[in-house]
């Protein structure tokens, strides 16, 4: 028999970009090398728009914290929790959005959506640089938060598709990171910038119109270099697609269909592990929020002047880098997220309760210094949290659901955070740091609880195969550190034995629950 000329030719529903792929594509011959060549490759082109989208989200809503040490509050004439509440309208914004950023994720090409995204949100920076009042500030604020919303359930979705599940921790871990890399810039851009004499801006309006204008220019660039999904890839051969959608069948995850399907949505909805999830975002965030909108006034509260404090977030910001790593390494190599999780938590407790305990004083700055500190440790939850809900959770309504969820649920994380501290308990904050003492013991528990949960459901799972007369054993290579290929003979003929293999359903868009071969990951 010939050779197809082109994967066309072998699987003609990803002949047209954009098109629903209705049948699986066929087994094609794909070694180890195949497989690391086009995951290089991907990270090259993806994953490097990833880390740098991802990159200016964080440096655009991590600013206003500087903003704020370089006399924003003064010169805007800002007053009671005023700031407070200019902090919770991006999230409030995020929050509104995010029943449309699932449906747009959807039925949006990603090449389209994620520029469109970049490019409002680097206007709405740019306009805050010439914001005078509160009012304007909260406008400016809104339109950021709106066009974020879509951001990180965006990139989770993007992340699945494009790559296996034992690869997605560290993937994942490489975008989201840069939260530790934007805090880093944005002191030292903040040191910078903050030294330009001007008659015409201050320096608060000078720092937001710099990211503003990065942000405005890199959306062009995105649009270039982004493609829409593996069968349309251009930095892939004909040869590749095909080896790429094989790289991942084993994922049982979809590689995108642009069929929005409300029973997706129901199936999200009665789920209980959609509010496990929801419960850890919005618990994770309402403390990355304190550390965000007033880390630097927290350090200023010890007594360092505003250049000073800008340079003592540079270390969290490289912590923030570390632990995020260091978190989807463990989660990569020991693959038991849960209890990597809960584990990261326990650090911020005691930073917690050191900020909380210890007085304020010159000869306690050390011990107050070291507490700040240990909150970076907060910072590996939120890609592990990701990894969870992309790798557990098939269909591509339903994954763009429940990223949109956790989403919200953050955005609901860092509207309460801020309000959790007033100006009026500076210095010392012993109310908000009292509340996040209870709200990440309360993490702790909701994790172990969805551990046992996912645990529970691959049970049922077993239950549900030995039903529809296939074994209850099943071989996940998704999860595997190499790639092996899904053959058609099968281990039982070499074996004897009936072993079912994880991957027949790549492109049906089938949910987790729909299909008795998924496996579910803890």
């Given at each position: ?53 991802y990159f200016l989200q964080i440096l655009d809503k ?344 956790f989403n919200a649920a953050s955005s609901a994380g ?109």
């Amino acid at each position: 028999m010939a050779k197809p000329d082109s994967v066309h030719d072998e699987c003609p529903s990803l002949a047209k970009e954009g098109q629903v792929i209705e049948t699986d594509p066929p087994h094609v011959p794909l070694t180890e090398e195949d497989s690391k060549r086009i995951c290089r490759k991907t990270d090259r082109t993806i994953l490097v728009i990833l880390i740098w989208v991802y990159f200016l989200q964080i440096l655009d809503k991590t600013v206003l914290g500087y903003g704020a040490t370089f006399g924003l509050q003064t010169d805007t004439h800002l007053t009671g929790n005023q700031y407070s509440l200019i902090g919770s309208i991006a999230p409030i914004a995020q929050l509104a959005w995010q029943p449309f950023s699932s449906y747009l994720i959807v039925k949006v090409p990603h090449k389209v959506l994620m520029p469109a995204l970049c490019l409002g949100w680097g206007i709405a920076q740019s306009c805050l640089a010439a914001c005078h009042n509160f009012q304007e500030l909260m406008a400016a604020r809104f339109f950021l938060g709106l066009f974020e919303a879509g951001c990180l359930p965006l990139f989770g979705v993007i992340t699945s598709q494009w790559y296996r599940r034992a690869e997605q921790p560290l993937r994942i871990a490489a975008w989201y990171g840069t939260n530790g890399l934007a805090t880093i810039v944005a002191a030292a851009l903040s040191y910078g910038l903050a030294h330009i004499k001007s008659d015409l801006l201050q320096s608060w309006q000078i720092i937001f119109l710099f990211v503003g204008l990065v942000t405005i220019v890199s959306a062009p660039i995105v649009y270039w270099r982004m493609d829409n999904d593996i069968s349309t890839a251009r930095f892939l051969t004909e040869e590749e697609k095909l080896q790429g959608m094989e790289r991942l069948r084993a994922n049982q995850t979809g590689t995108g269909n642009t069929e929005f399907k409300f029973s997706h949505v129901l199936e999200a909805a009665l789920e209980p592990k959609t509010y496990l999830w929801i419960g850890m975002a919005m618990l994770l965030n309402i403390g990355a929020s304190v550390t965000n909108t007033f880390g630097p006034l927290i350090l200023g509260g010890l007594g360092y002047d505003k250049y000073t404090t800008s340079l003592l977030t540079m270390p969290f910001g490289a912590l923030q880098s570390i632990m995020i790593m260091l978190a989807s390494y463990l989660a990569h190599t020991a693959r038991v997220k849960g209890v990597i999780l809960s584990a990261f938590m326990l650090p911020v407790v005691a930073g917690l309760a050191v900020l909380y305990a210890v007085p304020r004083n010159d000869s306690a700055n050390g011990a107050l210094l070291a507490g700040y500190y240990l909150l970076a440790f907060l910072f590996g939850g939120n890609p592990l949290v990701v990894t969870w809900i992309v790798g557990n959770t098939a269909g591509s309504t339903k994954k763009s659901v429940a990223m949109s969820l956790f989403n919200a649920a953050s955005s609901a994380g860092n509207i309460v955070g801020p309000l959790l501290f007033s100006a009026k308990d500076a210095p010392d904050y012993h109310p908000g740091l009292r509340a996040c003492l209870g709200i990440f013991s309360a993490m702790v528990a909701i994790v172990l609880v969805q551990w046992a949960n996912l645990w529970f459901l691959n049970k049922q799972q077993a239950r549900r195969r030995v039903r529809n007369g296939k074994s209850a054993q099943i071989v996940d290579h998704s999860m595997q550190s190499n790639f092996h290929g899904i053959e058609e003979t099968g281990e039982e003929a070499e074996t004897g034995h009936q072993v079912t293999h994880a991957g027949a359903h790549v492109a049906e868009d089938l949910t987790d629950r729909e299909n008795d071969e998924f496996v579910y990951i803890y």
